[in-house]
């Protein structure tokens, strides 16, 4: 299906995510590896340049000198310089991942059990998702247009301006407010979509240190919340897994492979609370 959609709208990078995942998970890496370099295309083709070099690098583990590839990142690394962004120092080279150093001179400080990769070059953080998750709830004819164009304004009113331990603000939340058989369709339909196993958050014992591995700009203002770890992998709950540039800022700030799952926003919201501490909403 989703192969279908991407041959008629060849910028679409959220079903092109899906896809290139399903062909991890089936065991094609070469299926993959060929909607990579879409991805990194429609990432191009949309502006997302940050999240284009980041496909870009992967691909280039693979094919170390693929020309086109190569090529892309020195267009981007020309527009990024022209509209006055500056590069993290190694950010166009391929598979240098720098571990996060508390004492300032290059030692790892332990702390993290080898978990954190320097999380000052998080990418451009604006676009959240919530628009992508808008028009899959009214495609999906789950909410009226109108209601969800009023929920969306609210909630990028909301998020605009989030500085430190300032909780994030769900669409989903703001949608369906208390009508949770609403709430349950639209999870339902989503897990349909993404194919994400659900978490019930509000049931799990949560590890406060596996949760704070992350920065608070990716946990309190993306509401995601790191649940468990097993060896290598690490579980996430969020609750819009439309928010592409936040999971990737997520797999850029983690050296581990990372399981995404839904939750509800409620229970989300009560877990960070819990987590940092913070006061409930009124």
Not at 159 to 177: F, P
Not at 194 to 201: C, E, G, N, R, S
């Amino acid at each position: 299906m989703f192969e279908v959609i991407t041959q008629t709208q060849p910028d679409d990078y959220q079903s092109l995510e899906i896809l290139k995942d399903a062909y991890q998970k089936i065991g094609k890496p070469e299926e993959s590896l060929r909607v990579s370099r879409r991805l990194s295309e429609a990432y191009f083709n949309v502006g997302s340049y940050t999240l284009a070099m980041q496909e870009c690098e992967v691909i280039l583990l693979k094919e170390a000198n693929a020309p086109e590839i190569l090529a892309m990142l020195g267009e981007i690394e020309s527009r990024l310089q022209a509209a006055g962004h500056s590069l993290v120092e190694t950010g166009a080279k391929v598979g240098l991942v720098a571990v996060s150093h508390a004492n300032g001179h290059g030692s790892s400080n332990g702390s993290a059990e080898g978990g954190l990769i320097d999380s000052k070059r998080h990418a451009h953080l604006q676009e959240r998702g919530d628009d992508q998750l808008a028009k899959f709830l009214v495609m999906q004819q789950l909410f009226p247009e109108d209601e969800v164009a009023a929920g969306l304004e609210t909630t990028n009113h909301l998020n605009k301006d989030l500085t430190g331990q300032a909780l994030a603000s769900s669409l989903l939340d703001k949608i369906c407010r208390v009508e949770t058989d609403k709430l349950d369709a639209a999870l339902s339909q989503l897990i349909d979509r993404t194919k994400f196993a659900y978490v019930p958050l509000e049931y799990y014992d949560v590890d406060r240190q596996v949760a704070r591995m992350l920065p608070d700009h990716l946990t309190l203002g993306r509401l995601f919340v790191p649940f468990d770890l097993v060896s290598r992998t690490i579980m996430i709950a969020c609750c819009n897994p439309f928010d592409a540039a936040g999971r990737e800022a997520v797999q850029q700030s983690l050296d581990y492979t990372v399981t995404w799952y839904l939750a509800r926003p409620d229970a989300i919201v009560k877990a960070l609370q819990d987590i940092y501490r913070l006061e409930s909403r009124a």
